[in-house]
């Protein structure tokens, strides 16, 4: 399968701990796009990196999230000290030069 | 106002029917546009790009009106396969903002 893959697929953690989320996007595509998404919503831009580089990185993002994509290639997304507003969808996008995104099967998370 | 407004529904549609979605945008400097498919509880799936021009894939049709800001999805001879949220999409070439979404139901 040469599609966007993400790990874990569900996680479940308790408020103020850590966790980090991986996505593997298409091969060939140089673009990398992180989206948060909740119940009855359309994915919310959080980040996006073009190669290694993080271009832009959404003003509603707060200190907790970082991004990061070390060799181009595979990217993760941190989240420190989670709160149960944390909890959603977090889906991870890549497309050849904006030509539309294809989207990976997502990372639930669920902060108790 | 948001950037990418669609009416959530739900459209109910008998099989066969043709059924219609309009979806507005605030940027006028907005330069690509899509529309997703979103099954219940799936990541969203790349259905069509959107072109001034307007583009058809089989039994949609997609539409752009720069004039009046806003792109639309026709769909005929409705399947029920076709039931989904439907996700409208603009932005620029590296970021796009995407719209609640308008859910379809096709009844048979």
């Known amino acids: 399968d040469t599609g966007v893959s993400q790990d874990p697929r569900h996680k479940i953690t308790k408020r103020g701990q850590n966790v980090t989320f991986r996505c593997d996007p298409i091969?060939?595509?140089?673009?990398l796009y992180w989206y948060r998404q909740t119940l009855g919503q359309g994915p919310e831009f959080l980040t996006y990196f073009q190669n290694e580089a993080q271009l832009e990185k959404s003003r509603l993002l707060s200190d907790r999230f970082s991004a990061e994509r070390p060799k181009g290639s595979f990217s993760t997304l941190e989240i420190q000290r989670t709160e149960q507003g944390d909890s959603a969808m977090y889906l991870c996008a890549s497309s050849p030069d904006g030509i539309g995104q294809y989207f990976g099967p997502g990372t639930r998370l669920t902060v108790t | 106002r948001k950037e990418v407004e669609q009416d959530p529904g739900p459209f109910n549609v008998p099989e066969g029917a043709t059924v219609a979605f309009n979806c507005t945008y605030s940027?006028?400097?907005?330069?690509?546009f899509f529309w997703y498919r979103q099954d219940c509880r799936k990541e969203p799936k790349l259905l069509m790009s959107v072109y001034s021009s307007g583009n058809e894939d089989g039994r949609f049709t997609a539409q752009l009106n720069r004039a009046s800001q806003y792109i639309s999805l026709l769909i005929r001879d409705s399947k029920l396969s076709d039931s989904a949220t439907y996700l409208c999409v603009g932005g620029g070439y590296q970021k796009v903002t995407f719209g609640t979404g308008t859910k379809l139901q096709v009844i048979p």
């Open positions: 940027n006028s400097a907005s330069q690509s």
């Open positions: 091969s060939e595509h140089n673009r």
